[in-house]
Structures are given as structure tokens and as C-alpha cells.
């Protein structure tokens, strides 16, 4: 099977150093924090060319402190794309804070500022915009989100992608995961908060450490610390992943270029249009028919996923503790939304099976009616 994912390969492909980097630590004894922790942290801020980096034990935490270090309090909305994975919601929901979908843009899963803009209202407090399969977002508009209303990216899966720069209202909180199907994938849970100062960095980490300061435990920004770090041990091996990145992230590109060549006349790809630049930590592709597409390519040896099969809107954990206003381009993307796999460690014959596995699926269940144009 040519799988999606393969944290495996991605181990076996540096096993020397990554082995050499966990037995380091399993020798040293230092579990939690330390040494090996703040210097991943700081390589981190470096690359990212974000000032300060927070550890935390997941992405989905690395979201949550991010909102309650921004100062939201319970029953305040914050405004997320509706197409995403569902953490980017959870985050919000499991501190009492009300996500509120909003509809994505015509070309791309990207929230669209205009569909932000008609969402907000009085018990708006923070925006919260996602990068998704690390696609490039397009600035904010000007003046179109109020200033007292925070923005957060959720990177979850836009590690390496370029960033906005300068035209862009920066976003104050960053938030990273290193679930091991991730492009900085970690041996096991793990996330980053990346943060624009030293102040809002030392918040974060006294947050994920149950408030503790010099005082005793304290409330940080009106919340109850937690328990919510990054290992040693995956600190470890993500600094040897951090090496790699560069390299790992071009062979990707030119995997998704290889496979929008052979494929682009029969699915329609989620891509920008021009030079592929972004880390495509997810490749996605759109097809009339995503459910037969998956189970006729998982018979040929080949693993598709549903990059996500329903928007947040529909998720029921949503139902009845979100305002839902209506995102039909979300619910039309969700509808033929097909990850394939781009993984750096692919081979070319692999991508070449890939390719003529889903060409004969595609002759036989149809080609997307706008396969070939520019996304
Ligand atoms: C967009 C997005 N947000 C949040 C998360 C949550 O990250 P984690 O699984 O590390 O909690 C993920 C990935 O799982 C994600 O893809």
C-alpha cells in the first residue's frame, strides 16, 4: 500500500541521528524542559522568523494557550475557517469559548476576510486563520477586522510555508503541531506556540506550567495554569527533523508538481496558481465522487484520505455551542475533497503508480468536470 502518511519511513530515513539524539537524553535524565528543550525552541523562532517559541504538549493545546494567553474569556466568539481540522475548533470549544465557522474563499479552503468580516459581532474577540495543507494565505484586508480582535494562525500544518511578511496585520500567536504525520513530525504529541515577544513567550510557558511563578501558582491572563509542554524527547528528535526540513519540503513540491502533471487533466488540485511554493504538507485534489475514489484506490494499493470530509460547521460536537452561519463553498469543498500521497520519501516509480492508479480510476468513475483549470 502507498500510504498517506508514514512516520516509519521518516524515521528510518535518519535513524542514525534521531536514535543518537533520543539516547542523548534517555542518558542524560533530563525528562521535561531543560537544555535540549530551549535550544529545539529557539532553532525553532530562528526558522519560522518568529521572535519567541513556547513548548506545548500538542497542536491542539499549542491553540488553546494561545487563546487563553490572548485573554478571551468564556462565552467570547472566535471566528475559524470552516474548513479545518477540528481541533481548530476543539481548542476554543473545551475552554467554553464559541467557534464560529465562517465560509471559505471561492479558489482556495481559505477563510475568506469577506465571510469574516459579515461574521463578526459584539462578543467577537479573536480570529483564528488557518494555513491548511500549508497553503499560502493572502493578507487581511485593511481595516476589515477591528484591531481589538486578535488574530492567531493556526500552523498546525503550514510549518516551512512562507510567511505573510510585512503587508500582513501580524497574527500574535502562532500555534505548531508535531503530530508525527506533520512536516516537523515529533516521535509522539507535541506543539509550539511561535509568539512576536519575549513578554507573551514567558506567559505561555508559566501557563502550560500551572502558572507557577516565584509567587506560587498564579492566574495567568484570568486562567488556571495547566500541564501542557514539549518533551525532551521529542524536543530531541525534532531538532533533527528541523535540519532536514529545507530539503524535505522541496522534494514535496516537486512531488506535487509530478503528480499535478499526470493528474491535472482528470482532478482538480488545490493549489495556487504559478510556482509551487508552500511546504504541501497535504496535497489535495477535487473529485465529483471522493468516497468511491477512496475505497477503489485503497482495492489498487493506493491510501486517499478525506481532507475533511464535512466542514466544522457540521461537525455535532459543534451543534448547539457555536454560531453557524451558512458556508456553502466549505460544504461544496468538503464534498469532493481527496488527499493523495506526496510524502518526501516517496519514490518515482511510487508517484508514477500513483498516477496511473488513479487515471484508470478516473477513467472509469469520471474526471472532475473542472479538471485542468487554475485553482
Ligand atoms: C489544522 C490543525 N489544527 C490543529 C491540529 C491539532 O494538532 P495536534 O494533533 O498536535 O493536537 C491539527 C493536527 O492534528 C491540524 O491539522
Known amino acids: 500500500m502507498i500510504r498517506l502518511h508514514d512516520p516509519g519511513a521518516r524515521h528510518r530515513a535518519d535513524a542514525a541521528a534521531r536514535e543518537a539524539a533520543a539516547l542523548a537524553v534517555l542518558r542524560g535524565g533530563r525528562y521535561v524542559g531543560g537544555d535540549v528543550v530551549d535550544a529545539f525552541l529557539a532553532e525553532l523562532a530562528t526558522a519560522t522568523g518568529w521572535p519567541a517559541a513556547a513548548g506545548a504538549a500538542s497542536g491542539t493545546d499549542a491553540l488553546s494557550l494561545a487563546l487563553m494567553a490572548a485573554g478571551l474569556r468564556p462565552g467570547d466568539e472566535v471566528l475559524v475557517p470552516a474548513v479545518s481540522f477540528f481541533a481548530t475548533a476543539g481548542a476554543a470549544l473545551r475552554l467554553g469559548l464559541r467557534p464560529v465557522p465562517v465560509d471559505v474563499g471561492p479558489a482556495l479552503p ?119 509542554r514539549l518533551d525532551a524527547l521529542q524536543a530531541a528528535v525534532l531538532g533533527v527533523e528541523l535540519r532536514s526540513l529545507p530539503a524535505r519540503l522541496a522534494r514535496r513540491r516537486a512531488h506535487a508538481a509530478r503528480l499535478r502533471e499526470g493528474l491535472g487533466e482528470r482532478l482538480r488540485f488545490v493549489l495556487p496558481t504559478g510556482p509551487i511554493t508552500h511546504n504541501c504538507s497535504v496535497l489535495v485534489a477535487l473529485h465529483p465522487d471522493p468516497a468511491a475514489m477512496v475505497a477503489a484506490a485503497a482495492a489498487r494499493g493506493v491510501e486517499l484520505g478525506r481532507y475533511y470530509p464535512r466542514p466544522l460547521s457540521a461537525e455535532p460536537a459543534l451543534q448547539g455551542r457555536a454560531r453557524l452561519p451558512p458556508c456553502p463553498r466549505a460544504a461544496r469543498f468538503c464534498a469532493e475533497a481527496l488527499a493523495l500521497p506526496c510524502r518526501e520519501d516517496l519514490h518515482d516509480h511510487e508517484l508514477d503508480e500513483v498516477i496511473d492508479v488513479l487515471r484508470a480510476l478516473t477513467a472509469a468513475l469520471g474526471p472532475h468536470p473542472a479538471a485542468g483549470a487554475a485553482a
Open 110 to 228: 481559505l477563510l475568506d476576510p469577506e465571510a469574516a468580516a459579515g461574521a463578526l459581532g459584539p462578543a467577537v474577540r479573536a480570529l483564528v486563520q488557518v494555513p491548511l495543507f500549508g497553503l499560502p494565505l493572502a493578507p487581511l484586508p485593511a481595516g476589515l477586522i477591528p484591531e481589538d480582535v486578535v488574530l492567531i494562525d493556526d500552523q498546525a500544518q503550514a510549518v516551512g510555508s512562507p510567511s505573510l511578511g510585512a503587508a500582513h496585520r501580524p497574527a500574535r500567536f502562532a500555534a505548531l503541531s508535531f503530530y508525527p504525520t506533520k512536516v516537523l513530525g515529533a516521535a509522539g504529541d507535541g506543539g509550539a506556540v511561535l509568539c512576536r515577544n519575549a513578554e507573551d513567550a514567558a506567559a505561555l510557558r508559566r501557563l502550560g506550567h500551572h502558572g507557577a511563578s516565584a509567587a506560587g501558582f498564579e492566574a495567568v491572563a484570568g486562567w488556571t495554569g495547566v500541564n501542557s
